[in-house]
């Protein structure tokens, strides 16, 4: 993938004016027009100087509307949600939210790199849980192996064989029940958050992609 710094820089009409809007709803309302983009956050974050995108950058790209770099970026992934920046943050920005709203969004718009296996690992774990009510390891493992890296699979090989062997692996699932449309449900649960969200997008007036 481009690093986003390299990417060229995007003519307002590439701008989505609605999307400063949406990540602050989704970030509980953070405000970031408040920051004065100081850089403390950048200077702070432990990992920045592996992020293509600082923190300070996100949030001005984020205000600018540059919606489709900020989805694309790598940062969002490398953060390790540490609070680093948060706490140095002299406006109070809740800068780990926005991070966390706008790994939500990325997902939601299918924008996940195949070279880092956070993402994948995130989604799977959901739909696993989705399926069996909850996770399963084994076809955890594999599924992220083979849709990063399945050469990485060759190396786990002789451990997964040992977990087996000792019976910490299993290939069964054990499911519990979803989806039986009962209160406290957990596929019930779910579908009520997504009401619940897109009812709020809809009071706000604003799209959800
Ligand atoms: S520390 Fe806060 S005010 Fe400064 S650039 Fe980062 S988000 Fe903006
Ligand atoms: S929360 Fe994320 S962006 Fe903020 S300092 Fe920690 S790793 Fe960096």
Redesign the pocket.
């Known amino acids: 993938m481009q690093n986003a710094q390299e990417r060229p820089v995007l003519d307002q009409a590439e701008l989505d004016p609605e999307f400063p809007r949406r990540m602050t709803r989704k970030a509980w309302g953070e405000n970031l027009r408040r920051?004065?983009?100081?850089?403390?956050?950048t200077g702070t974050c432990p990992l920045s100087e592996y992020m293509d995108l600082g923190?300070?950058k996100i949030?001005s790209m984020v205000r600018s509307g540059n919606k489709t770099d900020v989805l694309k970026c790598d940062t969002i992934w490398l953060c390790a949600s540490c609070y680093e920046?948060t706490v140095?943050?002299?406006?109070e920005?809740k800068?780990t939210d926005v991070m966390y709203a706008l790994k939500q969004q990325a997902l939601d718009a299918g924008h996940t790199p195949r070279s880092m296996p956070l993402p994948v690992l995130d989604r799977e774990f959901f739909n696993i849980v989705m399926k069996l009510g909850r996770s399963q390891e084994t076809w955890l493992m594999a599924l992220v192996i083979l849709k990063t890296n399945w050469l990485r699979g060759l190396d786990l090989a002789p451990m997964g064989l040992k977990l087996f062997a000792q019976g910490r692996l299993s290939l069964l699932p054990d499911p519990i029940k979803v989806g039986t449309g009962k209160k406290g449900d957990l596929k019930t649960i779910m579908d009520a958050c997504d009401r619940l969200d897109k009812e709020e997008e809809k009071e706000a007036g604003v799209s959800s992609h």
């Open positions: 920051c004065i983009q100081c850089g403390n956050c923190p300070r949030i920046c140095e943050c002299p406006k920005i800068i």
